[in-house]
């Protein structure tokens, strides 16, 4: 019944559709593509149908398997009184389907102004991308603006309206890095005029002129494509974009003017500075074109000086295959920079345009890629040349400029410390290696005058040999006198976040890191506990910038031995006497947690130091006398100490149940022993003299 409620539907039919639900049709059945009668309603423009629907129970939230509801499909339709109604109801302004769209984008695609307008009193997001899942975003589907659909779909009075009524935002790009302009000159000739129209407009209005289509063709290209002498002029005329550069096939915009035998735009190009070579002229002569070949002779550039040589051996894996195509493609050089601008040759995506795959002065690199009068680029830029000695941050190997875009050289790496985080073997590092560099990094960063600021895992990366870096410094800031505390604070707070997401091994989304306690099935987490604690700024007496100087010495970093030692050397003066009551007293305490120790140690092992030398035929043992011990951690110490003391003394049985490892044998029963005397003792003469710290770091 279902099947014929929804045609009752679509043909308009109220009293089929009332008979049809008093003879029990479920109102929100769904039929194919997970159609309600509701859906095909709103579809139809039905107001009276709709309105009858939602009287009698209809699900105004009821998504198609698109995700589409009906207050998004009243988008389409236009129709302001229906939105209006699924507002009223409860409905999101801004909710999507499983494409992104958002009712808002589908008045701009469609060209329907009121509802575009309606939409916009009503608070809807002028600015959203589409947002997709995982898997659309891998193939660069999704984040397309109302703007672009507007654009697109030759919808010129719209996207006046966005702009200068809306305040749209016209260099947001989608997930193929195509911004407005992109999309205004793309494939689809329909519409051709209020397209072009469009598209000058947004020239006008200070579009980013630098981006690519999908096939790597430039915006210029695009323009010849489509035979638009006012658009390439106007692009031209931006000082913009080179007129030499070409796509992915190696063509330029000269080559596709002359296939499309446009003289115009041919003599205009080469008027320009465009590149005539053989290859050019090959095509005029191939289509007979006796009067470009004339027109093109008189601009025959010299033979084309033979590209760079590119280093042989590539370090990268991830990126190698890329790296070799980039290398077989003739590209226009940046100085010393060779690039190509398109999505394939994308790392990461970023809000400026991207970072590319490049190599400069012949060793491949990462490119980041912004507009030359960016504060963003300046302040990379800054604090990438006064880092140049850096251990811990991402090298920079330099710099070029073009047109309106500026390119920073770096190191290139192989993946950064989310992607880590999802291999399947991501076990290779240790949480206490990774999250040291990264402290160490930060430490270094502020030791050399600047704040990270935006401390993510997206912004930690890992070369080919394993190596950590810190990267992304164009949101930091300077240290100085007045700022170094909400500076330095800010980066704190990155850190905790960082720390909990480096012991989850990435398990949560970043994101959410803040708002969850370390779990206690990780391991050491009250040392992680102490560590984001000791983060907070807590404690007045300790300077700001000194903070991270300590705790690239916490127990957390300290490796097993060291904590081993550690415990063993507290030990020893207990044992010897050599430390007064009043060291002792911060381990004095009545909530000590390990005045039941012995019972975790196994019976042989305490045996064995009742009476220590036995083993070993000692007469001595005997007139010794039985060694006692007594309860709570100070005694925990001495037992530990004097184990240490006798271990290799000790028969095979002893030492098999110790795992031939006395260190870990003791650390696995009190793992949470070294962090305790940490605790207890850090603000006494023995931080300085048995912990380690910048004074003490051996």
Not at 413 to 435: A, D, G, R, V
Not at 440 to 466: C, K, M, R, W, Y
Request: hydrophobic share 35%; glycine share 6%.
């Amino acid at each position: 019944m279902a099947v014929e409620l929804n045609d009752a539907v679509k043909k308009d039919n109220l009293e089929l559709v009332r008979k049809l639900l008093e003879d029990g049709a479920d109102i929100n059945a769904k039929v194919e593509h997970g159609w309600t009668p509701l859906h095909s309603a709103v579809q139809r423009n039905s107001e009276e149908i709709v309105n009858f629907l939602l009287e009698n129970r209809a699900d105004p939230f009821a998504k198609k398997d698109n995700g589409a509801t009906p207050f998004i499909l009243a988008g389409v339709t236009g129709n302001v009184k229906l939105l209006k109604l699924f507002l009223d109801k409860g409905s999101d302004i801004n909710e999507c389907d499983i494409n992104g769209f958002t009712a808002f984008m589908e008045a701009a695609w469609y060209g329907k102004e009121e509802a575009l307008k309606f939409l916009y009193k009503n608070m809807a997001d002028v600015n959203q991308r589409r947002e997709v899942d995982e898997t659309k975003k891998a193939v660069k589907r999704g984040g397309a603006t109302a703007l672009m659909d507007a654009a697109s779909h030759g919808h010129f009075d719209l996207v006046k309206i966005l702009v200068e009524e809306m305040g749209a935002d016209v260099n947001i790009c989608d997930n193929r890095d195509g911004n407005a302009l992109i999309h205004a000159l793309s494939e689809d000739k329909g519409r051709s005029k209020v397209r072009e129209d469009s598209a000058l407009y947004l020239l006008k209005n200070k579009i980013d002129a630098s981006k690519r289509d999908i096939d790597g063709k430039t915006v210029l290209i695009l323009a010849v494509e489509r035979e638009s002498l006012d658009i390439v002029k106007a692009i031209l005329e931006l000082d913009e974009v080179d007129v030499n550069d070409a796509d992915e096939n190696n063509e330029t915009a000269l080559h596709v003017a002359v296939k499309k035998k446009n003289k115009s735009i041919v003599k205009l190009l080469c008027e320009k500075g465009a590149r005539v070579d053989d290859d050019v002229l090959d095509i005029a002569r191939i289509n007979y074109q006796t009067d470009l070949i004339e027109l093109l002779q008189k601009y025959k550039s010299p033979d084309s000086p033979s590209q760079p040589k590119i280093c042989v051996e590539l370090s990268s894996n991830r990126w190698r295959s890329k790296l070799q195509k980039l290398d077989r493609m003739h590209r226009p050089m940046i100085g010393k920079l060779k690039i190509f601008e398109y999505p394939d040759l994308w790392i990461q995506k970023t809000t400026q345009g991207g970072v590319y795959l490049g190599f400069y002065a012949g060793e491949e690199v990462a490119v980041k890629v912004f507009r030359k009068d960016a504060e963003n680029a300046k302040r990379e830029k800054e604090c990438l040349e006064k880092c140049r000695t850096s251990k811990y941050l991402v090298k920079f190997r330099g710099c070029e400029v073009r047109k309106a875009c500026l390119y920073l050289c770096l190191s290139l790496c192989e993946k950064n410390l989310q992607e880590y985080f999802k291999e399947e073997n991501n076990t290779t590092m240790e949480s206490q290696k990774i999250l040291k560099i990264i402290f160490q990094a930060v430490n270094e960063l502020h030791a050399l005058g600047f704040g990270h600021q935006e401390l993510h895992p997206s912004n930690i990366l890992i070369d080919f040999t394993g190596k950590i870096f810190l990267a992304d410094f164009d949101k930091s800031r300077k240290i100085t006198d007045d700022t170094k505390c909400s500076v330095i604070s800010e980066d704190l707070q990155g850190l905790q976040k960082l720390v909990l997401y480096v012991v989850m091994r990435g398990q949560l989304d970043f994101e959410d890191v803040s708002w969850t306690k370390c779990p206690e099935t990780v391991k050491e987490h009250k040392e992680v506990e102490d560590l984001q604690k000791s983060l907070e700024l807590s404690d007045p007496s300790t300077s700001v910038d000194n903070i991270l100087k300590m705790l690239i010495y916490h127990p957390y970093f300290w490796p097993k031995e060291k904590k081993y030692t550690v415990l063993r050397n507290i030990g020893n003066e207990i044992r010897a006497g050599c430390s007064t009551d009043d060291a002792l007293n911060p381990l004095k305490n009545t909530n000590d947690p390990f005045t039941n120790w012995k019972t975790k140690i196994d019976d042989e092992v305490l045996e064995s130091m009742y009476y220590p030398g036995k083993e070993k035929g000692n007469k001595k043992h005997k007139k010794m006398g039985k060694k006692e011990y007594g309860s709570g951690v100070t005694e925990l110490l001495r037992f530990i100490r004097n184990m240490g003391e006798h271990y290799l003394d000790k028969d095979k049985k002893i030492q098999e149940i110790m795992g031939n490892d006395p260190a870990g044998y003791f650390l696995n029963l009190f793992p949470d022993l070294p962090i305790y005397i940490y605790q207890h003792l850090r603000n006494s003469d023995y931080y300085s003299s048995h912990f380690p710290n910048a004074k003490n770091s051996s």
